[in-house]
């Protein structure tokens, strides 16, 4: 599975967007994008995936780059219940997922 | 009960002890996964179990013992375990066989080897 690199940690104000980066620069064609989060001792929660079309669901918006090298998870309006850490995952159809560090999102006030 | 389901959420032990870790997933999925997250480090993948295999075992020590009895359910047996074997405990489930599966976590068992 390709190797991502996300930011180690950002900050959001409450109500703003939140524009989270990945760089995938070395996915490969069947490779899907994956976006997972996991609050503070909590199980991570999947928050939406795509290919190379750009995605939203009731959750977030994802954007692919046309080359697919790096994508954007947007958060449209952060609250700060969305404070946690944002893993991005590259993989194909096998199912396990390989976690790297991740971006910690701290939304304040 | 929906989703992953992990049982007990914490547990004490000592080194000597024998425990289990339960997870139940009501999905309808055909893999589980069991996942170790160790204090300020990523989530490592332990094993995987796919339509009741055992389909990957990444160095996991033989203190660590699964069993996936059928496609719903997923144990982690644990025995004469070390201090830094202390960490969250994550299972998780996902349907193989489609272009893209993602994966449902549990909330994860805490675990303290005293």
């Known amino acids: 599975d390709a190797k991502t690199t996300q930011p180690p940690s950002m900050d959001c104000a409450e109500g703003r967007a939140a524009n989270l980066p990945c760089n995938h620069s070395?996915?490969?064609?069947?490779?899907?994008v994956y976006w997972y989060r996991q609050i503070h001792s909590q199980g991570p929660q999947y928050i939406i995936h795509?290919?190379?079309n750009n995605e939203t669901n009731e959750m977030a918006s994802l954007i692919i780059t046309e080359d697919r090298k790096s994508s954007t998870l947007i958060l449209p309006h952060a609250t700060l219940r969305d404070t946690a850490v944002y893993y991005c995952?590259?993989?194909?159809?096998?199912?396990?997922?390989?976690f790297g560090d991740g971006t910690t999102l701290t939304v304040k006030p | 009960e929906t989703g992953v389901t992990q049982t007990p959420r914490h547990l004490v032990m000592g080194m000597t002890n024998k425990k289990s870790l339960k997870c139940e997933q009501h999905?309808?999925?055909?893999?589980m996964y069991w996942y170790k997250q160790s204090a300020k480090k990523p989530l490592e993948l332990m094993f995987v179990y796919s339509l009741e295999e055992r389909v990957e075992n990444n160095s996991v020590p033989s203190r660590f013992s699964p069993e996936c009895p059928n496609s719903s359910h997923l144990f982690l047996h644990l025995h004469t375990l070390q201090p830094e074997d202390s960490a969250l405990y994550l299972c998780a489930s996902s349907q193989l066989g489609q272009i893209y599966n993602e994966q449902f976590f549990g909330p994860g068992t805490r675990l303290t080897v005293l």
């Open positions: 995952i590259v993989k194909g159809n096998a199912g396990k997922s390989t």
């Open positions: 999905l309808g999925h055909n893999a």
């Open positions: 795509g290919l190379k």
């Open positions: 070395t996915i490969s064609g069947n490779e899907y």
